[in-house]
């Protein structure tokens, strides 16, 4: 597990994840021309609709495997 610190909202928090999906995050952040940072708080604000709400580490995990299913199929 890797553990980095963003600004969401003007807030810090920190997030753990596989080294790989950190990897796959920094990859579709490039492809949709965003920084990771902007990415994050992106799929943040998807997370925060959601009913129930799920933790961002898991709605990081689930994005990333939801885009790379897409690009595959």
Same mark, same amino acid.
């Given at each position: ?22 990897? %796959? =995050?920094? +990859?579709?952040?490039? $492809? @949709?021309? !965003?920084?990771?940072? %902007? =990415?994050? +708080?992106?799929?943040? $604000? @998807?997370? !925060? ?15 990333a495997l939801d885009r790379l299913r897409a690009q595959d199929g």
């Amino acid at each position: 597990m890797r553990k980095r610190s963003f600004a969401i909202k003007g807030h810090r928090t920190s997030v753990a994840l596989e080294p790989e999906f950190w990897e %796959a =995050l920094e +990859a579709l952040a490039r $492809r @949709e021309g !965003l920084s990771l940072s %902007a =990415l994050i +708080a992106r799929i943040d $604000r @998807e997370r !925060l609709k959601r009913d129930p709400q799920p933790g961002l580490a898991s709605a990081l995990r689930v994005f990333a495997l939801d885009r790379l299913r897409a690009q595959d199929g």
